[in-house]
């Protein structure tokens, strides 16, 4: 059976008023930002499902721009997320989307940026506050967001999936789950660990070659 | 270390310990933390605990869709005319439950106790027991601790969602955690612990979610203050001595049987219940179409 911390049951500590429109939307649009580059002057949420019809009740829309903005779901701003926004210069858009098979609370967050391209991340919050991040920029993915979570995209070729991991493990680095995705030469790669990324372990996967995009998520407990 | 209710009773025999300390010791392990930094962690909550079911009381907090609030701020005024029919006790833990909700209804800051919904009636429980029994804020953690364990239970053995189980599951849960806590605050042993445990769950079995408009506001704070009574109520019948015929875990999963037994339309989705009386279905159009105030 699964353990669970203490503080599983008594908490999150998080603004109301509920756990999966509110606290995970922050927490969804957060991790989607973190894996955006910074610099965006634009987001537009893409609402899916129950997330498009009961939004404004459960202050999912500022629960989302508390998230790109970088708030945590117990901060006290995320109430006036929309003002921040605003006198960030920061543009808001939100619409509704149809996606087929979704999750009910589900979310396309798109970054937009004045001289370059434009970066979307879907993602659902699936309850207690626990969300699940789907695709990147139109490649397939599935990961929390729970655990420190490496995100790379390569050139695919022999033997990267070894380097990477020999680095992860020369710095007593645990592997909890990976999952490669390819599509024509190029690799996906995200892998969940049990211990915090440090910034050697970084600084040797960025070493690799052939390597176009690498993320790091650390999760800071909430 | 445990999965139910019967591995914490024979721990707490085996090791003489009270069920707060079970809970404080395994989290250290599992987290490798010292116990004082669990203990930290849990101060903290007690913290926000503390402002949530407070700040309700003074001014009226009214909730982020105007459908409900200032509710917290009657109750405290009836129960400071001395009028009130059940007391002073039950009054002001219903007013505290009560502003822990508007709170989590104005997108304020509150801790999740199991969930967000039900987060009014743990606070109000121990910090009423306290005012009753003279406790430390060293007894409210322990008691959090307590109420942890029982949630755990329920998180493993059942389910702490409404749209899984309904509000039995979620208040259902909140009141019969909070029995457990006050009842060890009193001095009671684990087993009075779970005997109240089990009372709270009993009196509400079969409790559906029926959330006017999708939101976590009406009949919720409602079912905040009546959970409170409901964990006070079920905390001195252990007390008195009053037994469960059936052991905690098999309340658990009476409950979870309830739960998965009740149609959609009783579990958050705001499809049966109170939600689709006419007067609800007026207030969600009227919120919906951006004309409540
Ligand atoms: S009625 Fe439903 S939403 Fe409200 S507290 Fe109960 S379970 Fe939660």
Redesign the interface.
């Known amino acids: 059976?699964?353990?669970?911390?203490?503080?599983?049951?008594?908490?999150?500590?998080?603004?109301?008023?509920?756990?999966s429109h509110?606290?995970g939307a922050v927490k969804l649009a957060k991790t989607a930002m973190e894996l955006s580059e910074k610099g965006f002057y634009k987001v537009i949420f893409y609402l899916h499902g129950?997330f498009a019809?009961?939004y404004?009740?459960?202050?999912t829309d500022?629960a989302l721009v508390a998230g790109v903005l970088g708030f945590e779901p117990?901060d006290?701003r995320?109430?006036h997320s929309l003002d921040i926004a605003k006198s960030n210069n920061l543009t808001i858009e939100f619409k509704e989307i149809e996606f087929e098979y979704a999750h009910p609370n589900t979310a396309k967050i798109e970054f937009h940026y004045l001289n370059s391209p434009s970066f979307f991340v879907i993602g659902s919050s699936i309850?207690?506050?626990n969300v699940v991040i789907t695709n990147i920029n139109g490649d397939d993915v599935e990961f929390t967001g729970q655990y420190p979570t490496i995100l790379l995209k390569y050139i695919d070729k022999k033997g990267m999936i070894s380097q990477i991991s020999t680095i992860l493990s020369n710095n007593e680095i645990n592997i909890a789950s990976m999952k490669v995705t390819r599509s024509n030469n190029l690799a996906t790669f995200v892998c969940e660990t049990d211990n915090l990324i440090t910034d050697s372990a970084k600084e040797e996967i960025l070493k690799i070659k052939d390597i176009e995009i690498a993320k790091f998520i650390n999760p800071v407990r909430s | 270390?445990y999965?139910k209710a019967f591995d914490v009773i024979k721990l707490c025999e085996q090791e003489n310990k009270k069920i707060s300390e079970i809970?404080i010791l395994?989290?250290a392990k599992?987290?490798n933390l010292t116990e004082k930094d669990?203990i930290d962690?849990?101060k903290?909550?007690l913290e926000?605990m503390k402002k949530s079911a407070t700040s309700g009381l003074e001014s009226p907090i009214i909730?982020?869709?105007k459908i409900t609030g200032g509710n917290a701020v009657k109750i405290n005024n009836y129960l400071n005319s001395n009028k009130s029919l059940s007391g002073d006790l039950i009054n002001k833990a219903m007013a505290m439950a009560v502003s822990t909700s508007e709170?989590?209804?104005?997108?304020?800051?509150?801790?999740?106790?199991?969930?967000?919904?039900a987060?009014g009636i743990?606070p109000s429980s121990i910090l009423n027991a306290k005012e009753k029994l003279g406790s430390s804020d060293e007894d409210l953690v322990n008691a959090?601790?307590t109420?942890?364990?029982i949630?755990?239970l329920a998180?493993?053995n059942a389910t702490?969602?409404g749209?899984e189980g309904g509000c039995q599951a979620e208040c259902g849960v909140a009141a019969s955690m909070s029995a457990a806590a006050i009842v060890e605050m009193a001095g009671g042993s684990p087993i009075d612990s779970f005997n109240a445990a089990s009372f709270a769950l009993i009196n509400v079995m079969g409790l559906i979610c029926d959330p006017v408009?999708?939101?976590?506001?009406y009949p919720c704070f409602l079912r905040n203050a009546s959970g409170v009574v409901n964990a006070f109520v079920s905390a001195d019948l252990a007390l008195a001595g009053v037994q469960s015929l059936i052991p905690f875990d098999e309340v658990l999963e009476a409950m979870y049987k309830v739960g998965k037994s009740l149609p959609e339309t009783l579990r958050e989705t705001a499809l049966g219940g109170i939600a689709t009386t006419p007067a609800a279905k007026e207030i969600a159009r009227r919120?919906?179409n951006?004309t409540t105030e």
Do not use: Q, W
């Open positions: 059976m699964k353990d669970y911390s203490i503080f599983d049951v008594i908490g999150p500590v998080m603004v109301g008023p509920s756990s509110t606290a129950s019809k009961t404004k009740g459960h202050g500022k117990s006290e995320v109430k309850g207690g506050g | 270390m999965n809970a395994k989290e599992m987290r669990v962690e849990m903290s909550v926000i909730s982020h869709s709170v989590n209804a104005s997108m304020g800051v509150i801790c999740a106790a199991p969930t967000a919904g987060s743990l959090l601790f109420a942890a364990v949630g755990e998180t493993k702490v969602s749209a408009a999708g939101l976590v506001e919120f919906y951006g």
